[in-house]
């Protein structure tokens, strides 16, 4: 692979003296190894990767009509003799950098959804249709501590915004923390039940049958799981109504933003959309059921006053898309031993719904509740879309490795070559993982230069930075 000459004098970060001496001994010996810029040039590549993927190997490119080697690349003069290259964690609390890769790739897949893109076969006409954000609460299992809009909370207090407690059980010993990790195992099944639902719910308000909806209408969505403070999920959904093909044919006109927010409502309340589990020993047979608070707003296309704007909503799912259940102060990776929750001070409240986990695990095999312990038992996707709601993840992934490609097509002097005469030859290996101390401290100081340059260049390109602006 090619890469620009490196300057002769190393240019590390300066390391924080706040460092211990181990690894502030080691940035030191990466800072001043010959081929530290070249290091440096594959951990920005990786954009400051917190877990970069090591690679050994090599490609070929020939011509295949005269067999000449074109360009040969090896990881052996490479530093350590490896490639670097982005782990892709979607969780901030695993890779900040490669999080806000999957954060900025979800924002546009929600706002293609909402403003439309004719490079990826969804036109601007789709401002026209009927779209809503739409919030879908679980259940209460227990009173919380909480700071309500008016008054203290039940317990008198009126708590700070970030007190330890908010979102904790008032009396754990009567708290449903069996209910809770149940219906985050199957919250999956229940956005199933209501989208069926919505369905029959929109067909029934046209009076048409169901069977016939889609000779009219289809429904797309995009949403994204959020864990409430209480380790309960809940659901944030961006709901669209399309003519019969898609988001390219607009829906009848009576298909309107108040007709589809009463399905939405009529769908979430009705008895239908329920998941039912069934008892167990010393366990009561169960009805999980949408929680009464569901908010459901129009999306405006262009800022009124209104806050539930197509950025607004586009920049809300992006952050949840990169979380997980770590604000409840769970670990964002499999437990194995209940032992680790001493050792990563889980709080109590997080600490009885794993243990939950724990217990239902043998008493519900197929629900797998200890090996999603972590997820305080949810196993699902965190961020979905319906298949004609946008464009895809993956397409987004590809046209940022064709432009890539293109990149070092460039560089190599590809140009002028069609790619079908190049013949592309490569063996990889993996190597391992990770940074060592220092190499992770000098990753960081890299990574938050490069998300510096980042807002700076996004402050250029839309005035002043909000958390509802641009991605």
Known sequence: MAHRASPATPRAPIPDTRLDPITLGDVLRVASASDYNRWEDQIRRTGGCSDPIHLTGWVLHKDKTTGETLHHYSTENEPGGRL????????????????WTYA??????????????????????????????????????????????????????????????????????????????????????????????????LAARAGLPRRE??????????????????????????IRLDGPDGPGTLPPAWATVGLLTDA???????????????????????????????????????????????QAVASYVAKYATKAAENTGTLDRRIGELSELDRHQVPDHTRRLIEACKNLDPLYPDRRLWAWA????????????????????????????DYRAAQEASAL???????????V??????????HTPGEAA??????????????TAREALNGLATDEGEW
């Open 374 to 401: 972590h997820m305080l038992g949810f196993r699902g996707h965190f961020s979905s879309k319906s298949r004609s709601y946008s464009t895809t993840l993956g397409a987004l992934r590809q046209e940022r490795a």
């Open 104 to 201: 900025g790739d979800t924002y546009h897949l929600i706002r293609v959804g909402l403003a439309g893109d004719d490079r990826r076969d969804v036109p601007a006409t789709v401002r026209d249709h009927p779209r809503v954000f739409a919030t879908l609460t679980a259940p209460s299992f227990g009173p919380v501590h909480n700071r309500p809009d008016h008054g203290a909370c039940r317990c008198g207090t009126r708590h700070a915004p970030d007190a330890p407690e908010l979102g904790s059980a008032l009396d754990p010993a009567t708290y449903d923390y069996v209910g809770a990790v149940l219906f985050n195992n199957h919250a999956g099944q229940l956005w199933q039940r209501f989208t069926t639902r919505l369905r029959r719910e």
């Open 413 to 423: 002097g590809f140009d002028d070559r069609e790619p079908d005469t190049v013949l």
């Open 264 to 310: 939405i409502h009529a769908a979430a309340a009705h008895s239908y959309t329920s998941v039912s589990v069934p008892a167990a020993v010393d366990q009561p047979a169960r009805t999980f059921r949408w929680g009464k608070q569901l908010d459901v707003r129009p999306v405006k296309a262009f800022g009124d006053g209104s806050d539930i704007t197509e």
């Open 213 to 238: 909806l889609a000779e009219h209408l289809r429904v797309s969505y995009g949403k994204v799981a959020e864990f409430q403070k209480r380790g309960a999920l809940h659901f944030h959904a961006v």
């Open 425 to 434: 030859l490569a063996d990889w290996q993996y190597a391992g993982h990770g």
């Open 442 to 455: 000098l990753a960081a100081t890299i990574a938050r230069g490069l998300q510096t340059n980042r807002e």
């Open 84 to 99: 670097r290259l982005a782990c892709g964690n979607r969780r901030v609390s695993r890779c900040p950098s490669c999080a």
